[in-house]
């Protein structure tokens, strides 16, 4: 059972950055994908950006060149600079992990608020 705590959220202003953070309770490099998702009110969870164990990495459409997924394996953590937040940026983040042991193995953080208002 892999545990994540997701950290960074708060209230920011449209332009402004923000930095998330995902610490995962074990090694990162036992875990085949990380990501960042994304639920905002009456809307559907939705991703964001992923990074593999092999550091390659994806990204919504949306985010693309304003957002950055980024890891530190030796603190076994897993980062979103945020940069040029807009108001529809605004949702619950929760940070994901997917493991592969047999069968695909799904973990979830519980989420930190993001709000970009202002």
């Known amino acids: 059972q892999v545990q994540l705590v997701e950290s960074g959220g708060g209230l920011v202003q449209p332009g402004e950055s923000l930095r998330l953070s995902c610490a995962a309770s074990e090694s990162i490099f036992s875990i085949n994908a990380m990501g960042w998702y994304r639920q905002a009110p009456g809307k559907e969870r939705e991703l964001v950006a992923t990074?593999?164990?092999?550091?390659?990495?994806n990204y919504a459409d949306s985010v693309k060149g304003r957002f950055t997924i980024s890891k530190n394996n030796a603190k076994n953590t897993v980062y979103l600079q945020m940069n040029s937040l807009k108001p529809e940026d605004t949702a619950v983040y929760y940070c994901n992990a997917k493991r592969l042991r047999g069968l695909w193995y799904n973990y979830w953080g519980q989420g930190t608020q993001v709000t970009v208002s202002s």
């Open positions: 990074i593999t164990n092999g550091d390659i990495t």
